[in-house]
């Protein structure tokens, strides 16, 4: 419980991140008081898997993503909005890994912006990613805590205008998505 606690407090900072606007090199300053998200109007689901539980919201397509080589438990889940204009991630296997089903398609994406933070053996590297056709636009938080062997990734995909209709009609419910997230113990 004290990993799923240290990367959730080490991905504040990837929290706030817009995914519809380009990165700026602006200095960071101190973020403002947020509340934590809530459920709003959405019903939620819970997805249990063997290693983490989440909740998505109801209606949505769940699709398994890459299997644990030794379990054959899923390491990683896919959840689909029914309108297709927004899709979560969450890839947390029982270990350590490598989230090789959402890697960078460079023949059809560009990578726009990285930020990389580390804090007490945990790094939290964020990564902004655009469509060629400007069709879609995704984040990627990949945390790795190098001493326990942990690692938990979380990534969104928003279509419609750029990202910018499935950011508006979806970021809230991806944040609570987010949040919802809990590891099992081995």
Known sequence: MLFCTTILTAQKAAVNDSPETKPSRAKKTSPAKTTAPTKNAIKYAPYEGKWFGVEYPEGWTVRPGLKNPTSEADDSVFFIAPDSLAEFYVYCPRYTGKPTDIEI????????????EEERGVRVRTVRIWAKDSSYVRVIEDTEAFMARRRLVFAVLFRGNGGRMGAQKYNNAYMYFKQSFRKFSD
Not at 105 to 116: L, S, V
């Open 105 to 116: 398609d460079r023949a059809k994406e560009n990578q726009t912006g990285q930020t990389i």
